[in-house]
């Protein structure tokens, strides 16, 4: 299958758009990187959440960008500036955090790394946009509101896109990528712990397809 060509700069709405879904993923297990990327990408997924919540994410973020040349690897959970130049430094390509504040907003432009923050209010939408964001992330998606919180956004931030990620499944992700202010959505359900810890790559790759030919908007 022809891979499509990523921009020469990748920017936020870049990551969001490439497929219905980013994967969130955790590795214990440095092994587990490159298989783990590869069976994603298979299965039609090539932007990678790594959340920075092990201590071997980095190393794993760095065996993806290092090794598999069709994967795009970022990192998650970046809580700080210091987060940002250790993902950009191991070879990510963009940054999801949690939250936003302005020195984490700072840190990512200054390192040219794409951001998506997560919010989970009017407040924290508005400062992200002070800061010129427009893509964002919708966390803890479920527990804040879910779909019902995305349409009463849709009025006074119509020009905001989102990416639900924090409760979302199988059997809620069309419900989120149904409303046109959601770009994809953001799951770990697609690397299972158990099929991660026993290298079944088969069925993340199966997971992956399904995800990959999810309808939005
Ligand atoms: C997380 O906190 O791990 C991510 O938001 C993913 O949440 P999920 O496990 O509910 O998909």
Redesign the pocket.
Known sequence: MAVKPLPTVLRAIDVMLDAPVIP?I?LHDVAHAVPLARALVAGGIRMLEV?LRTPQALACIEAIAREVPDAVAGAGTLRSAADAQAALNAGARFGVS?GYTAALGQACRDLKLPLLPGVATGSEIMAAMEDGLSELKF??ALQAGGTAMLKAWHGPFGDIRFCP?????PGNAADFLALPNVACV????LTPADAVAAGDWARIEALAREASQLKRA
């Open positions: 969130v955790v959340t949690p966390f803890p990620t924090g409760g979302v499944s953001g799951g770990s359900w």
